[in-house]
T-cell receptor
Framework: NAGVTQTPKFRVLKTGQSMTLLCAQD?????MYWYRQDPGMGLRLIHY???????AKGEVPDGYNVSRLKKQNFLLGLESAAPSQTSVYFC?????????????FGDGTRLSIL | LAKTTQPISMDSYEGQEVNITCSHN???????ITWYQQFPSQGPRFIIQ???TKVTNEVASLFIPADRKSSTLSLPRVSLSDTAVYYC???????????FGKGTRLHILP
């Protein structure tokens, strides 16, 4: 079982460039999430989705866009990358949104913006 | 938003039992308490979850007092490989926009 797969694992961008991070899950989960984690910090929620075709803002949504066209995929886009977006990005999914629904995480994408 | 408070860091030795306590004074009636473990360069991994009293699995035990305002993760006979960051979370992901705080950085010494 693959679980949650993130693509790519590493990427270096120049300021102003755009890119899309892909998250795929094979567990038929309804909820999906994008987080960022900066050195020595916890995870901060960027955007999330409660089902196919829906998205919502998390704690730190500025500078990012997301799409959930298919249930199994959740895309995170950076339209114009900035050095402040250098971080490790984690995708997660859960069967539902209740507090008894643990999240399953991918192994992260390390993104550096020069 | 159900916030949690846990120690920033802890040290212990191999073979000892480690207890990490988390405070969640404004936990809602329907909220479960969930603990995750994160190793360097990996995403967090679910360890254990509970609602009240005690829950035990092959990895850890979770103790929850009757008032549910705190919980204690217990790791029996830790090894070097248990060195990680441990997060305590309470609440519903979407409703509360669950925030992973800094967690507790556990360092196991030989």
């Amino acid at each position: 079982n693959a679980g949650v797969t993130q693509t790519p694992k590493f990427r270096v961008l120049k300021t102003g460039q755009s890119m899309t991070l892909l998250c795929a899950q094979d567990m038929n989960h309804e909820y999906m999430y994008w987080y960022r984690q900066d050195p020595g910090m916890g995870l901060r929620l960027i955007h999330y989705s409660v089902g196919e075709g829906t998205t919502a803002k998390g704690e730190v949504p500025d500078g990012y866009n997301v799409s959930r066209l298919k249930k199994q995929n959740f895309l995170l886009g950076l339209e114009s990358a900035a050095p402040s977006q250098t971080s490790v990005y984690f995708c997660a999914s859960s069967p539902g949104g209740g507090s008894n629904q643990p999240q399953h995480f991918g192994d992260g994408t390390r993104l550096s913006i020069l | 938003l159900a916030k949690t408070t846990q120690p920033i860091s802890m040290d212990s030795y191999e073979g000892q039992e480690v207890n990490i306590t988390c405070s969640h004074n404004n936990i809602a009636t329907n909220d479960y308490i969930t603990w995750y473990q994160q190793f360097p360069s990996q995403g967090p991994r679910f360890i254990i979850q509970g609602y009240k009293t005690k829950v035990t699995n092959e990895v850890a035990s979770l103790f929850i007092p009757a008032d549910r305002k705190s919980s204690t993760l217990s790791l029996p006979r830790v090894s070097l490989s248990d060195t990680a960051v441990y997060y305590c979370l309470v609440g519903e992901h979407a409703r509360d926009k669950i925030i992973f705080g800094k967690g507790t950085r556990l360092h196991i010494l030989p």
